[in-house]
């Protein structure tokens, strides 16, 4: 009884030892684009609303290990959230990739709308969660293209270069049906294998390869638009699910309002990025309007394809595109 008596003595007097806040690291492998700014609000909005119980640090750039480390370490609580492409997850759940199928979004408003729309995106959020991981958020960051060392300016430039794509069915075929070698591998090695000659080219979005200065070795940005790149953030279920409800609630509240709300900071990011690339001596390409209908009807198929062999993975994709075209204007 004496000894109670003294902890709850200490406790009183020294409340900061009683209170030490929870600490939530966050890990991406970007730097200063949308997944690196949608982690300074969420732990804005948590510190925020967490009444000094949740303390944030975050870790762009990789300095966690390579994605797919990071992705173990959250799944396993070593790090706290981990954010960027829903494909990286398609080996613990292949229904992650389905928001790289061509055709379904007809820019970055389109798919926002959609994915924010709980009838899709509630259900999209809780994937992974026999395997570790809840969602907290889903947004998107921009149309995708294409980065290569010596310049292509129509489909017919791709042929036969090694390009990097994420690892998934979905990003592999895009690249096949382009008649161009699908390369999957992280992204922290893929500035260095571009200078090496070991890849011809990158597929991504502008504003991720420009935030990292891709434009030494990749001069030449073929802008496809075929696809709207998305980006999740998951957190490890079991920190999360070991919260009291009442901060369990902040954190979720708090991925679903900056999802919701990051959308400005996207489309004036990507204006940003256009500008900073041809500063740096790159160069945006647009295909002619013959070549971006044939892109349309070669990569529209893919979905559809892909998603066929998997029932589960079909149902979703169904739905994101019953949704998805609720959502059009």
């Known amino acids: 009884m004496k000894t109670l008596l003294t902890y709850l003595l200490l ?182 294998a571009l200078q090496q000659a070991a890849l011809d080219g990158v597929m991504s979005t502008l504003p991720v390869i420009s935030a990292l200065r891709f434009y030494d070795a990749t001069k030449h940005y073929l802008a496809i638009d075929h696809v709207m790149v998305s980006v999740i953030t998951v957190m490890s279920k079991s920190w999360l699910d070991n919260l009291p409800a009442d901060l369990q609630k902040v954190v979720l509240d708090a991925g679903q309002k900056v999802s919701n709300d990051v959308l400005p900071w996207a489309l004036a990011s990507f204006n940003e990025h256009r500008d900073i690339w041809a500063k740096n001596g790159g160069e945006i390409i647009q295909l002619p309007a013959t070549e971006r209908g044939a892109v349309a009807r070669m990569m529209a198929p893919i979905g559809p394809e892909v998603t066929a062999k998997d029932p589960g993975q079909k149902a979703l994709f169904d739905l994101m595109v019953r949704v998805a075209k609720r959502h059009e204007k």
């Open 11 to 192: 406790a009183l007097s020294f409340p900061a030892l009683a209170q030490t806040p929870q600490v939530m690291k966050l890990s991406t492998a970007t730097l200063n684009d949308l997944q690196h700014e949608w982690f300074k609000r969420f732990a804005a909005e948590v510190e925020k609303n967490a009444g000094g119980r949740i303390k944030a640090e975050i870790y762009p750039a990789s300095q966690l290990g390579q994605i797919a480390q990071q992705i173990q370490g959250t799944q396993f609580g070593s790090i706290q959230a981990w954010s960027g492409p829903p494909q990286f997850l398609a080996g613990i759940d292949r229904r992650y990739e389905i928001l790289s199928a061509p055709g379904v979004f007809r820019d970055t408003e389109h798919a926002h709308r959609t994915l924010q729309d709980p009838e899709f995106g509630s259900v999209f959020l809780q994937l992974g969660g026999d395997k570790g991981l809840r969602g907290v958020g889903l947004f998107v960051t921009g149309p995708m293209g294409i980065a290569t060392r010596t310049r292509a300016a129509r489909l017919a430039d791709l042929e036969g270069r090694k390009i990097r794509v994420l690892a998934s069915d979905m990003e592999r075929e895009q690249m096949r049906r382009l008649k161009a070698t699908p390369v999957p591998m992280s992204l922290g090695e893929v500035l260095t």
